[in-house]
């Protein structure tokens, strides 16, 4: 990295030099306009193309076994425009790879299709979404699933335990959007700055929603195990003490978000804390089980009580990423 002296005019107006080659490139001439923004850390970026409009970004795709997965890596990428182009005619089973994939992404729709070419585009705007409410929302749905799912097993309702499963496709939709836009505020300091969203929230960001859809696999883990019980339902005592349980890692991992986003470093301290009182009720959990005469029984509780353990450490990773974020800069 090239490093130049700070100098000053006579009027008291300090001023460096940029690059030469660097303003060439760019075609920059004497009277070219620039501007100068201040970034978050107090750094200053200079932007040749601060009225240039962004160009749409396209990709086009080949028709392949993985098309679906190609298609969701290129949103992903933040691919505004993705074509998928045959040299014969698309055929119905890849017709069906694409509608799958487009149903998965949000904001992406089918613009253009004929026998041989079919056109998507991201019809969202980058600058309208924050990445802070997108991850409120995949975690209201993965939260909301946590609590029904132990609902549905604790109740034995098959038909609450499946509206769990179905909810899993809302949580990954979102986790796609928001990797989508974290990515593009990686690659853009202005859309950075007016989303107020530094490269470092970026990266918490992208660790938090992966948590949150963490929380939300277990929870459809947990849901699944009625399948198992074969209409029996969970005795009162082993019933409770799973509620017990669920209760304290749901209040996890609900502070352990509002601690990060608040920056309150004493009520993450408090979620680690609970380890000794998670390890208790697991244990209570396990020895209920043990009394519970049909043997299915044991083996679903001893498993959901596996799982909200895990969601109980998903919930310490989200605190773990206050402190980081709290020390001053």
Excluded at 4 to 18: A, I
Excluded at 129 to 137: N, V
Excluded at 171 to 182: D, E, Q, S
Excluded at 216 to 222: E, H, N, R, T
Aim: negative net charge; proline residues 3%; contains cysteine.
């Amino acid at each position: 990295m090239p490093l130049r002296k700070l100098q000053r005019t006579g009027g008291g107006t300090f001023f460096v030099c940029l690059p030469k080659e660097w303003a060439e490139r760019l075609g920059l001439k004497r009277g070219s306009v620039v501007s100068v923004a201040e970034t978050a850390e107090g750094r200053l970026v200079v932007d040749p193309k601060y009225d240039a409009e962004r160009a749409p970004q396209v990709v086009t795709l080949e028709p392949s076994a993985l098309l679906d997965r190609e298609i969701v890596g290129k949103y992903l990428l933040g691919y505004d425009v993705i074509r998928i182009e045959a040299k014969g005619h698309i055929t119905t089973e890849q017709r069906e790879l694409v509608k799958q994939a487009v149903r998965r992404l949000v904001g992406l729709e089918i613009i253009e299709e004929d026998y041989r070419s079919i056109v998507m585009q991201c019809l969202l705007e980058p600058a309208s979404l924050s990445p802070e409410r997108i991850l409120r929302r995949e975690y209201n749905f993965a939260a909301g699933m946590h609590r029904d799912a132990i609902t549905a097993l604790i109740e034995g309702d098959v038909h609450l335990g499946g509206n769990v499963t179905a909810r899993d496709d809302e949580v990954n939709r979102l986790y796609f959007l928001l990797v989508r836009i974290l990515r593009t505020v990686i690659r853009d300091p202005r859309l950075s700055e007016r989303l107020k969203v530094s490269p470092i929230d970026c990266l918490d960001y992208r660790l938090v929603a992966s948590f949150v859809e963490g929380i939300g696999d277990q929870s459809v883990q947990i849901a699944e195990m009625l399948n198992s019980l074969k209409d029996v339902k969970l005795g009162a005592d082993v019933s409770q003490v799973l509620q017990r349980l669920h209760n304290t890692v749901f209040n996890t991992h609900e502070d352990a978000l509002k601690a990060l986003l608040d920056h309150d470093i004493d009520l993450a301290e408090s979620i680690r804390n609970t380890r000794d009182e998670i390890r208790e009720l697991t244990r209570e959990v396990e020895m209920h089980a043990k009394n519970e005469q049909d043997v299915n029984i044991v083996g679903v509780v001893v498993a959901a009580a596996a799982s909200l353990g895990k969601i109980y450490e998903l919930g310490v990773d989200i605190a773990d990423l206050v402190m980081p974020k709290s020390i001053p800069t």
